[in-house]
T-cell receptor, first 112, second 110 residues
Framework: KAGVTQTPRYLIKTRGQQVTLSCSPI?????VSWYQQTPGQGLQFLFE???????NKGNFPGRFSGRQFSNSRSEMNVSTLELGDSALYLC???????????FGQGTRLTVV | QKEVEQNSGPLSVPEGAIASLNCTYS??????FFWYRQYSGKSPELIMF????GDKEDGRFTAQLNKASQYVSLLIRDSQPSDSATYLC??????????FGKGTLLTVNP
């Protein structure tokens, strides 16, 4: 059974640019959550999607957005990148949000 | 702010010993609790989950939950060097998100 797949694995972007990250959940999982991980703040919740609906959003600026498609694949977008957006972005899939969640390998974003 | 707090560590134990990792949470609405292991440079891996008060055992791992005290713990018996990692505690509730602690770095010395 395939796990959670995130693409790309690594990204280097310049301040002011935008970026789109992709996540394919485990087959049968309809909930996809996104987290930002930094050394100082740990894992911070960005948002959760279930059946194409955003059910919860974390305390991040509007530059961070996401969506989910009918096949449960999800994307997150960060616009007008700032240096502080450099982080590991993790996607987790589960049958329902806040149940057993399995993480992808993450996308390491570096903003220069 | 609903938080999950973990003993800060780092924690160092000799090979074969019991490692004890602790976590407290502030949200009484949390219904489910999870322990993740994260190796350096890797993503978190789910190793245990617990929903009910009491103990849950899986191999060398035992998770303990006390909802009255808002306390969750993970015991690792017969610790191995391969258990050296950061352990993350997370709580989940009706708001569809997991709230993570900052993690405890465990080192098992051969």
């Amino acid at each position: 059974k395939a796990g959670v797949t995130q693409t790309p694995r690594y990204l280097i972007k310049t301040r002011g640019q935008q970026v789109t990250l992709s996540c394919s959940p485990i087959s049968g999982h309809r909930s996809v959550s996104w987290y930002q991980q930094t050394p100082g703040q740990g894992l911070q919740f960005l948002f959760e999607y279930f059946s194409e609906t955003q059910r919860n959003k974390g305390n991040f600026p509007g530059r961070f957005s996401g969506r989910q498609f009918s096949n449960s694949r999800s994307e997150m977008n960060v616009s007008t990148l700032e240096l502080g957006d450099s982080a590991l972005y993790l996607c987790a899939s589960s049958f329902q949000g806040a149940t057993e969640a399995f993480f992808g390998q993450g996308t390491r974003l570096t903003v220069v | 702010q609903k938080e999950v707090e973990q003993n800060s560590g780092p924690l160092s134990v000799p090979e074969g010993a019991i490692a004890s990792l602790n976590c407290t949470y502030s949200d009484r609405g949390s219904q489910s609790f999870f322990w993740y292991r994260q190796y350096s440079g890797k993503s978190p891996e789910l190793i245990m989950f617990i929903y009910s008060n009491g103990d849950k055992e899986d191999g060398r791992f035992t998770a303990q939950l006390n909802k009255a005290s808002q306390y969750v713990s993970l015991l690792i018996r017969d610790s191995q060097p391969s258990d050296s990692a950061t352990y993350l505690c997370a709580g989940g509730g009706s708001n569809y998100k997991l709230t993570f602690g900052k993690g405890t770095l465990l080192t098992v010395n051969p």
